[in-house]
């Protein structure tokens, strides 16, 4: 399974972006999918994401500015991010936890991740 992140750029602060992640491969289903971020110096933490009982789970950091959805039929997530900070600079990674068949383990895949910059 891959996952292709894409949407990272630079940003003046208090403006916006929107990343998306598709997963492709061989796929039944697909349990957990978000996005975590790293930045410069700092462990990699979770931002936001969907878990296999439809629950949306946001770090506290990012509640009321970034919205992730899910397009189902295409194994694609997005975050939109509004209002970015200069403290949202970071490394974002894509992460599903993916069945390829449906009897099979669920396999955790990790994006190559997509840099966002944000200005001061």
């Known amino acids: 399974v891959q996952l292709q992140a894409s949407g990272g750029g630079l940003v003046q602060a208090g403006g916006s972006l929107r990343l998306s992640c598709a997963a492709s491969g061989s796929i039944f289903s697909i349990n957990d999918m978000g996005w975590y971020r790293q930045a410069p110096g700092k462990q990699r933490e979770l931002v936001a994401r969907f878990t296999s009982g439809g629950i949306t789970n946001y770090a506290d950091s990012v509640k009321g500015r970034f919205t992730i959805s899910r397009d189902n039929a295409k194994n694609t997530v997005y975050l939109q991010m509004n209002s970015l900070k200069v403290d949202d600079t970071a490394v974002y990674y894509c992460?599903?936890?993916?069945?390829?068949?449906?009897?099979?383990?669920?396999?955790?895949?990790w994006g190559q991740g997509t840099l966002v910059t944000v200005s001061s």
């Open positions: 992460n599903a936890a993916v069945r390829s068949t449906p009897w099979g383990p669920l396999v955790g895949s």
